[in-house]
């Protein structure tokens, strides 16, 4: 018969750290969630990846999916992110070409009441002169 203190690896506490971690939290977080310290969490992940202590590699197994499910997540984020900012940047493009052409029209309709302006004066300028 053994001895000592019951093993903390119980089925529960595993499933609550994964659990965590696919959540989003930190090691700390993921460890305080299923009720260990983040160093024996750390140990368990260490004895996960080590040959010698296949009891933890189902774990390991576990957190390591859960983290990479969660990376693929926040990348897939970031790109939804960055094709948003590039439409936003392209509607903006879009706006500012159609307000540029707009504002090409109204210069030039400006630009010919000022010749028409210029050559009016020059008119009564020659008329007056001429007189």
Do not use: N
Not at 42 to 66: I, K, M, Q
Not at 73 to 95: F, G, L, P, S
Request: aromatic share 6%; hydrophobic share 40%; with cysteine.
């Amino acid at each position: 018969m053994r001895t000592g203190r019951p093993c903390k690896t119980t089925a529960p506490r595993l499933r609550k750290i994964v659990v965590a971690f696919r959540r989003g939290s930190t090691t700390r977080q993921a460890a305080l969630a299923g009720g260990i310290s983040p160093s024996t969490l750390g140990e368990w992940l260490v004895r996960g990846r080590d040959l010698r202590h296949p009891g933890f590699r189902e774990f390991t197994d576990r957190v390591d999916a859960a983290l990479a499910e969660l990376r693929a997540e926040y990348q897939a984020r970031a790109e939804v992110a960055r094709i948003e900012r590039e439409a936003r940047k392209k509607i903006e493009d879009e706006q500012w070409a159609a307000w540029r052409a707009e504002m090409d029209v109204k210069i030039a309709e400006h630009r010919a009441k000022l010749e028409a302006a210029a050559a009016g004066r020059e008119g009564v300028a020659q008329a007056e002169a001429g007189a």
